[in-house]
């Protein structure tokens, strides 16, 4: 009696775990080799931002606007890798205060600025032989961005400010390296796929690796295929995805379960970004910085000043080596890291109220270590988190002296997808520096996430920052 009882309830505790008919499937993203891809994005972003404050003696009100296009583009072949970023940003701020001060005389400070910014970037690797071979690299990066502000002061007298910055930046550098990081996107895509199907009782089986390859390069083939029509697009993509998965003599049931289970995931599809591999790189660099700040003031219809006041320009030239390692552990995590080492002479040649400065060349370099972790629980949302240590010697902004500084910096970004094309991001930020050099290097196209020396550098302490943003992808 005792024996059968043991046996029942053996039975009945296997059927717990055949229930669903199929097992959790097993695979290994690490693995997956991408087939080619042409990718192009364009996306729009675009915010609003007010506040009022008022207190005894004072009262504000700002208002804050921008709208900026985001391009990416990205080419993977056996013989080729090329990455392009591109962005147009313009905005405005508005201004309207008022104090008064322990005497009685009351201060306003009115008016307005714009500003705008174009930014560009391209990396291009060549491999010789191998797929992950040796290669060689022609990279480059330019920046242009400007303001004006116009603000008018009344007090003791009436004066009006008008302002002008323009500046314009720019590196290329050549490399040479030998490894590859690839994308694993499509591959996550086509395990998702399955794995929904599988919980949705519509496999006979687990799919094998050569399974979820197979479909996660047709995913790839299909999103980078050219339509005129979007509705043709997707319609194609389907019904492609559709017979490698019908092909694959797993599918049981293609009902409407089916169907919209495919659907759905494929419409958040490559809505992240995820590499597996790694590289080691060598390259020499050529980096150039010029900005002209302009000043007029008007008191009582009288132009008192009217000059310009900084002309910046600064020359460098240094060489790099740098490791980068990207892994995903598991289908939902994913661990990279890098280690850089800059190293050169630059100088900067500098105008201030119509007093040139020339300062001789100095030696610079900054070692820059950073680790990631990420967080991708399914096609809608994820997480990530990166810190990055920064040791320099250099020149200090107000060209001073030369020495140490560090930093450390820790970000953290969430994304979540409201729609396939409509997209909020939440993004927080803690440094801390202590005599940050302001002129060491850090390419404008490295890899990963770099300080951002306008949380404060030159300094001993913390700066955060904690932002939104909402974008829409216009194709």
Same mark, same amino acid.
Request: charged share 20%.
């Given at each position: 009696?005792?024996?059968?009882?043991?046996?029942?309830?053996?039975?009945?505790?296997?059927?717990?775990?055949?229930?669903?008919?199929?097992?959790?499937?097993?695979?290994?993203?690490?693995?997956?080799?991408?087939?080619?891809?042409?990718?192009?994005?364009?996306?729009?972003?675009?915010?609003?931002?007010?506040?009022?404050?008022?207190?005894?003696?004072?009262?504000?009100?700002?208002?804050?606007?921008?709208?900026? !296009?985001?391009?990416?583009?990205?080419?993977?072949?056996?013989?080729?890798?090329?990455?392009?970023?591109?962005?147009?940003?313009?905005?405005?701020?508005?201004?309207?205060?008022?104090?008064?001060?322990?005497?009685?005389?009351?201060?306003?400070?009115?008016?307005?600025?714009?500003?705008?910014?174009?930014?560009?970037?391209?990396?291009?690797?060549?491999?010789?032989?191998?797929?992950?071979?040796?290669?060689?690299?022609?990279?480059?990066?330019?920046?242009?961005?400007?303001?004006?502000?116009?603000?008018?002061?009344?007090?003791?007298?009436?004066?009006?400010?008008?302002?002008?910055?323009?500046?314009?930046?720019?590196?290329?550098?050549?490399?040479?390296?030998?490894?590859?990081?690839?994308?694993?996107?499509?591959?996550?895509?086509?395990?998702?796929?399955?794995?929904? !199907?599988?919980?949705?009782?519509?496999?006979?089986?687990?799919?094998?690796?050569?399974?979820?390859?197979?479909?996660?390069?047709?995913?790839?083939?299909?999103?980078?295929?050219?339509?005129?029509?979007?509705?043709?697009?997707?319609?194609?993509? !389907?019904?492609?995805?559709?017979?490698?998965?019908?092909?694959?003599?797993?599918?049981?049931?293609?009902?409407?379960?089916?169907?919209?289970?495919?659907?759905?995931?494929?419409?958040?599809?490559?809505?992240?970004?995820?590499?597996?591999?790694?590289?080691?790189?060598?390259?020499?660099?050529?980096?150039?910085?010029?900005?002209?700040?302009?000043?007029?003031?008007?008191?009582?219809?009288?132009?008192?000043?009217?000059?310009?006041?900084?002309?910046?320009?600064?020359?460098?030239?240094?060489?790099?080596?740098?490791?980068?390692?990207?892994?995903?552990?598991?289908?939902?995590?994913?661990?990279?890291?890098?280690?850089?080492?800059?190293?050169?002479?630059?100088?900067?040649?500098?105008?201030?109220?119509?007093?040139?400065?020339?300062?001789?060349?100095?030696?610079?370099?900054?070692?820059?270590?950073?680790?990631?972790?990420?967080?991708?629980?399914?096609?809608?949302?994820?997480?990530?988190?990166?810190?990055?240590?920064?040791?320099?010697?250099?020149?200090?902004?107000?060209?001073?002296?030369?020495?140490?500084?560090?930093?450390?910096?820790?970000?953290?970004?969430?994304?979540?997808?409201?729609?396939?094309?409509?997209?909020?991001?939440?993004?927080?930020?803690?440094?801390?520096?202590?005599?940050?050099?302001?002129?060491?290097?850090?390419?404008?196209?490295?890899?990963?996430?770099?300080?951002?020396?306008?949380?404060?550098?030159?300094?001993?302490?913390?700066?955060?920052?904690?932002?939104?943003?909402?974008?829409?992808?216009?194709?």
């Amino acid at each position: 009696m005792l024996l059968k009882t043991n046996a029942f309830f053996s039975l009945a505790l296997a059927s717990l775990f055949t229930l669903p008919g199929v097992a959790q499937i097993d695979y290994s993203l690490k693995d997956f080799q991408t087939p080619d891809i042409h990718y192009r994005r364009l996306d729009a972003n675009t915010s609003l931002s007010g506040n009022q404050n008022n207190f005894e003696n004072s009262n504000s009100t700002v208002g804050v606007g921008t709208l900026s !296009l985001d391009f990416y583009g990205y080419t993977n072949t056996d013989k080729y890798i090329g990455k392009q970023y591109g962005r147009a940003n313009g905005g405005f701020r508005l201004l309207d205060n008022e104090n008064e001060s322990p005497t009685g005389e009351v201060y306003k400070n009115k008016g307005g600025s714009s500003n705008y910014y174009l930014q560009g970037t391209a990396e291009n690797r060549w491999y010789t032989n191998q797929r992950d071979g040796g290669y060689f690299g022609l990279h480059g990066a330019l920046g242009y961005q400007g303001g004006m502000s116009k603000r008018e002061l009344t007090g003791v007298s009436v004066d009006l400010l008008e302002e002008d910055d323009q500046s314009i930046n720019g590196q290329l550098y050549t490399s040479y390296g030998i490894g590859r990081i690839e994308p694993v996107t499509y591959a996550r895509l086509a395990y998702d796929t399955y794995d929904w !199907l599988r919980k949705k009782d519509r496999l006979s089986e687990s799919p094998s690796n050569e399974d979820i390859d197979q479909l996660g390069a047709v995913m790839t083939e299909v999103a980078n295929t050219r339509f005129f029509d979007s509705r043709f697009k997707r319609i194609f993509q !389907l019904e492609q995805i559709d017979s490698t998965l019908r092909n694959s003599g797993l599918i049981t049931e293609a009902d409407m379960v089916y169907f919209a289970q495919v659907a759905d995931i494929w419409g958040y599809a490559n809505n992240f970004e995820r590499g597996s591999g790694s590289l080691w790189e060598f390259g020499a660099v050529g980096d150039l910085a010029y900005e002209d700040y302009y000043y007029k003031r008007t008191e009582n219809d009288s132009v008192i000043r009217d000059e310009k006041v900084v002309g910046w320009n600064d020359l460098a030239v240094y060489g790099y080596a740098r490791y980068i390692n990207q892994k995903p552990i598991s289908v939902k995590w994913q661990r990279d890291y890098d280690v850089a080492l800059y190293v050169g002479t630059g100088g900067h040649f500098q105008e201030i109220y119509n007093q040139d400065t020339d300062l001789n060349p100095n030696f610079r370099s900054t070692l820059k270590a950073g680790y990631q972790f990420g967080y991708y629980p399914n096609t809608r949302t994820y997480w990530t988190t990166r810190i990055n240590g920064f040791v320099t010697y250099g020149e200090n902004s107000d060209a001073s002296d030369e020495g140490y500084g560090y930093a450390l910096e820790a970000r953290s970004q969430l994304y979540y997808w409201f729609t396939p094309r409509f997209r909020l991001s939440v993004n927080l930020k803690l440094v801390y520096s202590d005599n940050y050099v302001a002129d060491s290097f850090i390419p404008l196209i490295d890899d990963s996430m770099v300080y951002d020396s306008s949380a404060g550098y030159n300094g001993k302490g913390f700066s955060t920052s904690l932002g939104a943003s909402l974008s829409y992808a216009l194709f």
